[in-house]
C-alpha cells in the first residue's frame, strides 16, 4: 500500500462506519422493528453503578481521558502506581459497580463533561429516537460523549445499549490497528525525513564549503595570471611549484604530517583508555568502602543491641540503667512469636528474650510444623518477628497477610544469627516495627495489665 493508503487509514475506517449506518445501505433497514415496551421507563437518566458490569470498561476507557483518571486516582488514593495506566483503569472500572464516592464522583464529572451531548438525546422521547441519535453521532466520530448519553438515557432499552456496546467495542479494535498502522508510518516517514535534511544540510555545507575553495582558487588564479603576466620571474616560480607538486614533494609532506597526528592520536587514546581503567577502579573502591562502611554500621548496631541485653539481665549495676531503659521495659510481660529463623539457635533466642522478661514462642515456619498452626499461635502473641532470610515462602507471607488483617505488630528483619535477633529484639522494645505503627502502644498496654 502506498504513503497515501497508510496516511489516510483512520479517514477510510471512518467513511467505512457511516456506509455501514447510511440509510442506504441494507443493514440499516433490515434492523428488526422494535417491539412494544412492557416494562414501564425510569424517570429519570440511570446512574453509572446501576449499569452492567460490561459497561464500565468502555465507559471508563472512553468517557474518561487518562488525565481526569490520574486526578481521580490521586483524590481517592488508588492502590496502584498513578504511572501504570492499565492498572488505574481496572481499579476505576472495579469501584464503580457500586455507589460510592468514587462512582458518584465521576457520574458528577461526566455529567458535566458531556453536558451539551447529554441534552442532544434528552430530545430523544424513544428507544428508537435514542438509538437514532447514537447511529448518527457514531457516524461522525463522535463517540464518547454520546455513548455516556445514550447508555444512561431514561428511555434507552437494554436492545441498544448493546447496540452501542458492540459498535464501540469493534471501533476500538478498528481504530487502533488503522491508528497503529498510521503511527508506524509516520515514524519511518519523520525517520527518512530527518536523514534527507541531514543529508541535504551536510551537502549544503559541502557545496558552500567547495564554492568558497573554488572562488579563492580563482581569485588566486586571475592573481597568477597577472603577475605571470608582468614578471616572468614568477613564471618561473609558478614553474617550479608545478614541479614540486609532480614530484610528490608536497604529498611526502603532507604523509609525514598524517604519520604525527596519527602517532599523536594513538598516544591520547592510551591515555583515554587508562583514564577509563582508573575511573573503574575507584568507582570499584567507592562501591567497597561502602559497603565496609554499611557493614561496619550494623556490626555496631549488633554489639549495641548485644550490649543492652547483657546489662538488661543484670539487675544489681548502675551503669546499665540507662540501657535498660531504652531495650528492656516496654517489653516486659509480653508473648512474641518468632517465626522461622535457625532451629539449633532456638535455646539461645530464648536466653536473649528471658532477659527482656519476654515469653518466646517458635514456629519453624513450615520445616516440621504445620503451617495451619500460624493463624493460632500469632493471635496468641502480642507481637510477632520473622527473620526473612532463613523461613519459607509460604510462611513469610502468611505472616504478612495475616498481621496485616489483625492488627498484629510485626517486625521483619535479616539475620537469622543470635546478634540479628539481639538486634531485632532492641528494635521491637524501641517501637520500629515493619507493619501497623501503633505496635509500642499496645506492647506497653499489654506490659501495665
Not at 271 to 293: D, F, I, Q
Not at 336 to 349: D, E, K, S
Request: one cysteine or more; charged letters at 25%.
Amino acid at each position: 500500500m502506498g504513503e497515501g493508503g497508510n496516511m489516510n487509514t483512520s479517514a477510510s475506517l471512518k467513511q467505512l462506519v457511516a456506509g455501514v449506518f447510511s440509510q442506504d445501505n441494507g443493514l440499516a433497514v433490515s434492523l428488526p422493528a422494535r417491539m412494544p415496551e412492557t416494562v414501564p421507563k425510569p424517570i429519570k437518566r440511570t446512574k453509572l453503578w446501576e449499569l452492567e458490569t460490561k459497561h464500565y470498561c468502555p465507559i471508563i476507557g472512553t468517557c474518561l481521558p487518562m488525565d481526569d483518571l490520574v486526578r481521580f486516582a490521586r483524590r481517592f488514593a488508588f492502590g496502584v502506581s498513578l504511572r501504570d495506566e492499565f492498572s488505574l483503569h481496572v481499579e476505576a472500572v472495579d469501584r464503580v459497580g457500586v455507589r460510592n464516592e468514587v462512582s458518584e464522583a465521576i457520574q458528577k464529572h461526566l455529567d458535566m463533561k458531556y453536558h451539551a451531548c447529554i441534552t442532544r438525546f434528552e430530545l430523544a422521547k424513544t428507544d428508537a429516537d435514542v438509538l437514532a441519535l447514537w447511529q448518527e453521532h457514531y457516524t461522525r466520530g463522535e463517540v464518547a460523549g454520546a455513548m455516556w448519553a445514550a447508555l444512561t438515557h431514561k428511555a434507552v432499552s437494554d436492545k441498544t445499549r448493546q447496540v452501542v456496546y458492540t459498535d464501540v467495542h469493534m471501533l476500538s479494535h478498528q481504530v487502533g490497528a488503522g491508528q497503529a498502522a498510521d503511527v508506524r508510518r509516520l515514524a519511518h516517514l519523520q525517520k527518512e525525513n530527518a536523514e534527507a535534511r541531514a543529508a541535504m544540510e551536510r551537502q549544503q555545507r559541502q557545496q558552500t564549503r567547495a564554492e568558497a575553495e573554488l572562488r579563492e582558487q580563482l581569485h588566486k588564479a586571475m592573481a597568477e595570471l597577472e603577475s605571470l603576466r608582468q614578471s616572468g620571474d614568477e613564471v618561473a616560480a609558478l614553474q617550479a611549484r608545478i614541479a614540486a607538486f609532480e614530484s610528490g614533494m608536497v604529498m611526502m609532506k603532507m604523509k609525514h604530517r598524517l604519520m604525527c597526528l596519527t602517532a599523536a592520536n594513538e598516544q591520547m587514546r592510551v591515555v583515554a583508555e587508562r583514564s577509563g581503567a582508573l575511573e573503574k577502579a575507584l568507582k570499584a573502591a567507592h562501591s567497597k568502602t561502602t559497603a565496609l562502611s554499611r557493614e561496619r554500621d550494623e556490626l555496631a548496631t549488633e554489639r549495641d543491641a548485644l550490649e543492652c541485653l547483657l546489662l538488661a539481665g543484670n539487675a544489681g549495676e548502675d551503669p546499665c540503667d540507662s540501657h535498660r531503659s531504652s531495650c528492656g521495659p516496654a517489653m516486659q510481660g509480653c508473648c512474641v512469636l518468632c517465626v522461622g529463623g535457625r532451629t539449633a539457635l532456638i535455646p539461645q533466642y530464648r536466653i536473649l528474650a528471658a532477659r527482656l522478661g519476654i515469653h518466646l514462642i517458635h514456629h519453624d515456619g513450615g520445616q516440621q510444623e504445620a503451617l495451619s498452626r500460624l493463624p493460632d499461635m500469632i493471635n496468641s502473641a502480642d507481637a510477632v518477628i520473622c527473620p526473612t532470610d532463613c523461613v519459607s515462602h509460604s510462611a513469610y507471607y502468611q505472616l504478612k497477610r495475616h498481621c496485616k488483617r489483625t492488627g498484629k505488630p510485626c517486625l521483619l528483619f535479616k539475620g537469622a544469627g543470635v546478634s540479628g535477633f539481639a538486634v531485632a529484639l532492641a528494635q521491637l522494645s524501641s517501637g520500629r516495627i515493619s507493619l501497623h505503627g501503633e505496635a509500642i502502644e499496645l506492647l506497653r498496654e499489654v506490659a501495665e495489665k
